[in-house]
Structure formats: structure tokens, C-alpha cells
């Protein structure tokens, strides 16, 4: 008999965070088995990428992706299911992009490859040959000024091997995509070539939007495969002469009407304060957006389903926001960040998935200290399932207009990121390079996460 006491008094005299940290654990378990047992994240991310593919901003397949959204957070549960009006803006590639090298030397030049950069114009139909100058930096654009004109500056800086999270690489490379194209025109420039954000072992040019500064000439800008970067360069020290033929006839239309799809369940306590998470249901045109971002959206649908098969009522109304424009715009979070304010509403936190469906690490985060404590004490309950990394700091581009807006507490999934940018913007980012189990694992993670924020937040 005393034997069977003791452990019963002992369960009676711990504290009482210990055992609330056992009973979240339970739920956990729950949520992690309903998940690897009977998502519909992966099938819902098939029917996405093959039946709709590539969904960049102003295209048929924008208004077809929204209709997928909507049917998807019907199916998954949802209380309520809405549009939320946005203008876009629709940027077309136009016909596919030609660029080779025009050389003295006798020997075969195979065609390089090439992507427009979004929001790029166009060379015309005629393209435009132009002798080449290759800078490694705008330091090094700065010191060879007085050679541009009329040419074509190639912006050859590689991604840094060194960063370990590759996200890190990528934001130290972007600056020659966003703005590489404006401080090239500024001396005389006729079009840009820039080195892909990419550290991947093929040939593959990432697209991705750039901007311009009006108070230059605007002018073309593409993005070239790496082993091409390669070549080129090597090109240009054999032949300094050597010049390349670009033709691309993208262009900037009008602005229309686009959407983000929202999905809630609404509060049981206090349903005028939300939490958000979502992913943005935009893609680039060239590939199947699998996992930038339709990975990210099926998974905050997934959220919302298991809360709902489960039976587990949030106090505060759980929204999945599926945002439009967040390639070349971010339009949907803008306009979703600005109602917000204007109706005064009161944001939790807002969660983001929007780094790839590889196998999830932990979350990234901006909030007030004591709260990113809060977070980071439930690491005990989060890394039997894989998620350790809680310490770093950052959040989403689409939630960060809501943080900026209202300073909600804004969160990221931090999956691995080591073959991100092998597809990130690319051709080859489609539903098979997506792995089922990991793509469920990040949507546990983001269910796990919610259903803590809601009891302790």
C-alpha cells in the first residue's frame, strides 16, 4: 500500500507548471500522431502544383489557386472561409528569353540560360548586343564606372559558402538582384546580368523580383544559371571583346484584383483576438512553387484541421491566411496588415511558414523578451519532435507587415535550409523534390506551437 501512495503523493506535491507541461505534452503527442497519421498536407500540395503549377500574381492561376484555397479550408474545417480584396500587380514574362555569347573565337558557345528578373522590362523584340563588363560588387561597379556605358555590367558575386544557415548567404547575395539593375543604369548601363541566389550544383537561373530606383533609366535584368556564370567569366578573361546578345519581352501591365483567402475557427473565450499563420499562395511563373510556398500554405491549413478533428477549441479565433503577392509585391500582406489596424484588432502572434518544407529545426521570432522566454521554455515539449532551435531572431516577409503595423510578435518555421536555395525561384522547385514526412513534421511544429501561444500568450 505505501509503495502505491507514494508516487501519488509525489504527482500531488509537484508544481503546477509541471504538471501543465505534462498534460501539454499529451496534446502534443495527440497532435503529432493525428498529423503523421492523417494529413491532407501533401495531397493538398499535389492538387496546388500539378493541377494549378506556377501562380505569380495577375495570372489565370492566381484566381485559380484562390479557388483552390477556398475549397481547401472548407474542407479542412473551417468556421468561416473569405476573400480579402487586394490590387496586385501582374508582370508577364512574355516570350522565353534568349542570351548568348558573341565572341571572335571559333569554337562552339552554346546558348546561355537565362530568367528575367520579375518586374524587370524588357530588352524588345530586337534584343540588344552589348560588350560586357564583369564586377564583383557594387565596390567593384563603383571603381569600373567609367567603363559602362553602353554595355552590360554581369554582377558575379557567389554565394557565401562560409554561412552554415543559407538564409544568411542569400541575404548577403540579394542586394545585386533588388538593386543591381538601377546603380548599373546610373552609369550608362544597357541591361544586367546577375549570378543566381543560388549555391546549387546545376545550371538552373533563379528568378526573383528586383526594383527600381526612379531616378534612373530602367533597364533589363536576368539571371543566369551558375555553371553559366561560370562560363561566362571564363569567356570574358580568354576574350575580353566578347560581347552577349540578350532578348527578353517582359513586361509591367496593369494592376488587378487579387485576394488572400482566409480560413478561421473562431474563439471560444476571447474571439476578438487572433492568432494568425499562414504562407503565400503566390508563386514564380517558371516552376511549381512547391515548396516557396505552397508547402508553407498547406501546412497552416493542416493547422487548422487537426485543431478540428481533435476537438481542441483555441480561446483566441485561429486564422489561416493565405497571402497573395508575396513574390514581387506583398501586396496581400500589406492590405491585410492595414485593415487590421483600421479595425483595431488585437494580434497574439502571427506565425509564417515560408522557408521550404525541409525537416523543421525550430522557429525564428521577434517579440518582447518575456514572451520569447515563454517560447523558449518550451523547448522541453518541442524537441522530442526535432524542434530545438528557438533562440534566433527574425519572422516572415508577409507577417512582418503586420509586426511593423501593429507590433504583433511574428514567428517563422526554421526548417533546414542546406538544399533551399538549390530550387528556391527555379525551375526544379516542384511537388517530388517535397518530402511527405517532413513537409508534416513542420505542420505539427506550427500546431504545436499555436495551441501553446494560445494557452500562455
Known sequence: MRKRLLPMLLTCLLPAVTRAQ?????????????????????????VLTKTIGGRLAGSPQMVKAEQWGVKALKAAGADTVYLQECMVPHWVRGEKEEARIVSKLRDFVPPLNILALGNSVGTGKAGVTAPVVEVSSFEDLEAKKDQVKG?????????????????????????????????????????????SMSHGANNFPHTGAMAYDPKYPKIPAVAIGLQDADRLSARLKRDNSAKVFLRTTCEMLEDVVGHNVIGEIRGSKTPDQYITVGGHLDSWDVCEGAHDDGAGCVQSIEVLRTFKALGIKPARTLRVVLFANEENGTRGAKKYAELAKERNEKHILALESDAGGFTPRGFTSTM????????????????????????????????????????TPMVELSPDSQRYFDIHHAANDVFEAVNKRELELGAFGMAGLIYLVDLYF
Open 22 to 46: 505534462q498534460s501539454d505534452s499529451l496534446v502534443l503527442r495527440q497532435m503529432a500522431d493525428e498529423i503523421l497519421r492523417n494529413s491532407t498536407a501533401y495531397e493538398n500540395l499535389r
Open 368 to 407: 518582447e523578451p518575456e514572451k520569447k522566454a515563454k517560447m523558449i521554455s518550451w523547448k522541453p515539449l518541442l524537441e522530442p519532435y526535432g524542434l530545438y532551435d528557438l533562440e534566433g531572431e527574425g519572422g516572415g516577409t508577409d507577417v512582418g507587415q503586420l509586426h511593423a503595423a501593429l507590433g
Open 151 to 195: 554595355k552590360i555590367v554581369f554582377y558575379n558575386y557567389h554565394f557565401k559558402p562560409e554561412f552554415i544557415k543559407t538564409f544568411y548567404s542569400y541575404g548577403d547575395a540579394v542586394k545585386f538582384r533588388g538593386q543591381g539593375a538601377s546603380k548599373a543604369s546610373r552609369y550608362g548601363a544597357v541591361a544586367v546580368i546577375v549570378r
